[in-house]
C-alpha cells in the first residue's frame, strides 16, 4: 500500500465519519442553544430541562436518518472491501 492509498483511505474515512455524526452534532447544538436562551430569560436552571429534550430529540432523528445513515456505511464499508480486494492484484 502506498502513502497516497492511505491517506486516500484516512481522508474518505473522516469523510463519512464526519458525514454520519454531523445531523446528530447539529441537532443538538442548535437544540442546547434554544433551551440555553429560554433558561437565561426564564431563570430556570433545571438540568434535566437540557438533557430530556435533546434525548428525545436526537431518538427522533435517528429513528428518521437510521434507514440514510445505514446505506452510508454500507456503502463505505463496501467500497473499503472492494479496495481490499484489489491490494492483492
Not at 69 to 88: K, N
Request: glycine share 2%; aromatic share 14%; net charge negative.
Amino acid at each position: 500500500m502506498t502513502p497516497e492509498i492511505a491517506i486516500d483511505i484516512t481522508r474518505e474515512f473522516f469523510f463519512y465519519s464526519t458525514l454520519l455524526a454531523l445531523p446528530a452534532l447539529a441537532l443538538s447544538l442548535a437544540l442546547g442553544l434554544i433551551i440555553s436562551v429560554f433558561q437565561a430569560a426564564t431563570s430556570i436552571q433545571e438540568q434535566t430541562l437540557t438533557f430530556v429534550p435533546r434525548l428525545l430529540a436526537l431518538l427522533a432523528l435517528f429513528v428518521f436518518t437510521m434507514p440514510w445513515m445505514l446505506e452510508t456505511s454500507v456503502s463505505f464499508t463496501t467500497q473499503m472491501f472492494w479496495r481490499a480486494s484489489q491490494m492483492g492484484h
